[in-house]
């Protein structure tokens, strides 16, 4: 009988884990609603940040999804040594920690950077990084090369011979632009502005750093502030609610606009269509230099800067990384501990509501959350003993849905190809865990590892808001940036930016190599 | 006695009725159209289908409480019977014990397999390293192994050349003897069936009939295992 025990403790393990999640979850969302005060608790300034939330995010998208579309088009229809890398450059953005892009950003936009420096030579007003315009660079930043990854995919999956046709025809570009890419573009462009819409939804991060005021204040920096300088947790938790309202309603859209997966293809090395001449090759090279530098020069302007000082980091720095890098490592392993047996459970199938389970860190915003949490918590734990426990537990859940994103399939290929094997065998336990599951998902949870590691080092979003003492790196070079200590945080900025990628790296690695 | 009483399979537009006994030592070859339920037939036996009505049944002991596992049953399925990620040697191990905490006897004891099917150097191998014939003399090393009383195959050596699988049978009916076996094999090949199986089971149109002399039903075929023989 003792597979049979087995087979049940495994299914319930997976039944009992998804409930435990949607618990964890809806049971903080409730705790909110509690807490909540209804929407008459609001004044002007909190729908001030509903509709600059929105409209930010509409913004942002919109420009994401249209600058896209001349770079994927480049990248779709030449050739040249580095495109592979920079394809795979696109993807970086996702696990890049928000605040060392803003650090990048502040370095060239900023008031000594170097757009400014250009612009005051030739005598034209200043640009100020801070403020709406400030976000929404911020947002382009990061989505227009998910956008171009998105829109390329787009490009790709026109089929080789639909060209060759358009070819033998003697179609110029206008003609191909008429039949076969605009039509393409209409059926993804939809898709790739609510998935950016989304991401914009729920800015945290840069909307702290470059936003506030009255005019540039999300929904998410709206409850930090009413949790953290108002102590008013009634109107925080109103403030949530309206949250997850935005994102409930935005995931409705998706049910008449598919959004496409989160990371965009990779390539395909196939002959694609062989570009027009003349000017269009000028104009391509354009797009693409001009894509490649947005996204390189702060970077590099920010590692230039900081890596020199990167020696003379003060040692609390240095505690701040060994703490962060901890809470990355249980954060990630977290993760794709609850991820792989929820994976392995809905590969059983039936249970189409562990799925939704598992999806459902999309709807709570990790802000909304800690606010639940703490209003649940504040009973047992101080703010300072929840800071830690509480940070890594949220980044575990909301690294999750990408997670499952890559095991699901891979667990739903595992048990099609070898179930009935093991079966057979009475592989059960332990031992189908070491000899069938781990080995032949091993590439699947090191990238889900990776991701879940690299996010959480990067996270500078709940740990805000609780006043700790033990602070994480990100947060660290956030108190540093606010302390106007810019070279310090600098350098925390390429540090932070190192391990995130060398976290990811290695997990990835790592389950490639197994 | 491997006893099918009465049984009822139905999913959506297909149907498959058995009612019939399988004496311990036959072996048994399992003929006919494609689609007509031959591998649901296995799948009854080896504890991958609940029939909707009937009984399983080993020399009286009730197959269907038990998981695949746990039957008296070795099943070789068409493809996918090796683990790719574990070697040779341990892949015939997981039919001694499926936690792979070997003994050194046992240890022997899969070296033994290994070189009864001709594979004496290959343990530490992955299958992938292997030929198709290899891999196939690597599954039976683990039936061997394994012992058990039932051996269900589900055309696995399909994918081998004529030569290549006439061994394969070869090998097959050693095994069996050794292991005093009950074997039942799904065929498209009636020279499979001629060579390797005494009797043969029939399926088609919904209804797995009772075994026959293989010889007598091949060479005075009804109208309908005519029409699938050609």
Known sequence: MAAGVFGLRDRAAGAALAAGLATLILGTLIAVALQARGLSGLGPWDWRAVWFTLWQA?????????????????????????????????????ILPVIVAIMGLIAVFGRNGALNDGLRLIGLPEFSVYGWQGVILAHVFFNLPLSVRLILQGWQAIPAERFRLAESLGFGPADIARHLERPMLRAVLPGV???????????????????????????????YQAFRFDFDLGRAATLGLVQIGLCVAAMGLARWIAVPAAFGAGIASQQGPRGPRGWRVGADIAAILLAAGFLLWPILAVTIQGLPRIPLLP?????????????????????????????????????????????????????????????LLRGWLSPDDM?????????????????????????????????RLAESLNLHGMARLRYLTLPRLARPLGFAGGLAAALAMGDLGVITLFATNDPTLPLKLYQLMNSYRMQDAAACAVLLMAISFLLFWLFDRGGRLA | ??????????????????????????????????????????????????????????????????SPGQRPVSFLFQDQNLFPHLSVAQNVGLGLRPDLRLGPDQQAQVQDALTQVGLRDMGPRKPENLSGGQQSRVALARVLLRARPILLLDEPFSALGPALKSEMLALLGRIADRTRATVLMVTHDPGDARAFADQTIVVDQGRAEAPQPTQALLDNPPAALRAYLG
């Open chain 1, 387 to 419: 800071a830690l426990p509480v940070t890594v537990a949220i980044n575990a859940i909301m690294a999750l849905p990408f997670g499952l994103r890559s095991l699901i399939p891979a667990a739903r290929d595992l048990r099609a190809d070898y179930g």
């Open chain 1, 315 to 375: 040692p609390e720095v240095w505690q701040a990384t060994l703490r962060s890098v901890v809470m990355a490592l249980v954060s990630a392993v977290l993760s794709i501990s609850l991820g792989l047996v929820l994976a392995l459970s809905i590969a059983r199938g039936r249970a189409a509501w562990i799925e939704l389970a598992g999806m459902l860190p999309l709807v709570a915003s990790p802000l909304v959350l800690g606010t639940g949490l703490f209003i």
């Open chain 1, 193 to 223: 502005w609510l998935a950016v819409f989304l991401v914009c939804l729920t800015s945290f991060t840069v909307a702290l750093a470059l936003g506030g005021g009255p005019s540039a204040t999300t929904v998410e920096l709206a409850i």
């Open chain 1, 58 to 94: 509409a913004l942002s998208a919109a420009l994401s999804a249209l600058l896209a579309v001349p770079v994927a088009r480049a990248l779709a229809r030449r050739r040249f040594p580095g495109r592979a890398a920079l394809v795979t450059l696109l993807g970086a953005p996702f």
């Open chain 2, 1 to 66: 006695m491997l006893e099918l009483s009465d049984i009822h399979v139905a999913r959506g537009d297909f149907a498959l009725a058995a009612d019939l006994r399988i004496a311990p030592g036959a072996r048994v070859a399992i003929i006919g159209p494609s689609g007509s339920g031959k591998s649901t037939l296995l799948s009854l036996i080896g504890g991958f289908l609940t029939p909707q009505r009937g009984q399983v049944s080993w020399q009286g002991t009730d197959l269907l409480p038990l």
